[in-house]
């Protein structure tokens, strides 16, 4: 069992350009969560998702960012413009259903400049 | 929506000694309550978690325990060794409700050898 696999694990981008991150949940979670970390900060929710719909966006800037969770399986978070504000780490994670475990990806680090 | 708070934000205690970990929600409805260790540079991952319908559970040396009329639940740590040094994480959830899960902003813990 892989886990949940992010990439990439880097990503550096000059400010107001766009970045797309990737997640790939354990197979079979219905649950999957795009959190934001800063440096000595606990997760932010942005969004999760059960199966494929959104279920709770409410934390996610709408300006800049959208995600989608095709077939219910793998995710894609993008942000477009990036600001420098959005250096931090995005975590993804999943579970079977509410209330039972998360399981963390290793995350994207992303420093805009 | 959903509010969790926890403290202290740096915990230092000798090693062998205990530490204590305490963490407070807003949302009655909450019902799952996880803990997340999380070390330098890698992802949370759980180390014990709790439902409303239980007052304390232990694992080892790793202990939890829930006030829901105070609405309150801590994380205990016994015989502390230099690997319990980390970042700990509590999160609380209603299970479905619009929050989905919301963490506490951490608590670094120092084992002094």
């Known amino acids: 069992e892989a886990g949940v696999v992010q990439s990439p694990r880097y990503k550096i981008i000059e400010k107001k350009q766009p970045v797309a991150f990737w997640c790939n949940p354990i197979?079979?979670?219905?649950?999957l969560y795009w959190y934001l970390q800063n440096l000595g900060q606990g997760p932010e929710l942005l969004i999760r998702y059960e199966n494929e719909e959104a279920v709770d966006d409410s934390q996610l800037p709408k300006d800049r960012f959208s995600a989608e969770r095709l077939k219910g399986v793998d995710s894609t978070l993008k942000i477009q413009p990036a600001e420098l504000g959005d250096s931090a780490v995005y975590l993804c994670?999943?579970?079977?259903?509410?209330?039972?475990?998360?399981?963390f990806g290793q995350g994207t680090r992303l420093t805009v400049v | 929506g959903e509010n969790v708070e926890q403290h202290p934000s740096t915990l230092s205690v000798q090693e062998g000694d205990s530490a204590v970990i305490k963490c407070t929600y807003s949302?009655?409805?909450?019902?799952?309550f996880p803990w997340y260790k999380q070390e330098l540079g890698k992802r949370p991952q759980l180390i014990i978690d709790i439902r409303s319908n239980v007052g304390e559970k232990k694992d080892q040396r790793i202990a939890v325990t829930l006030n829901k009329t105070a609405k309150h639940f801590s994380l205990h740590i016994t015989e502390t060794q230099p690997e319990d040094s980390a970042v700990y994480f509590c999160a609380a959830s209603s299970g479905g409700g619009a929050d989905g899960l919301t963490f506490g902003k951490g608590t670094h813990l120092i084992i002094q050898p």
């Open positions: 197979s079979g979670h219905n649950t």
């Open positions: 994670a999943s579970s079977v259903g509410m209330n039972t475990e998360a399981f």
């Open positions: 949302d009655s409805a909450s019902n799952y």
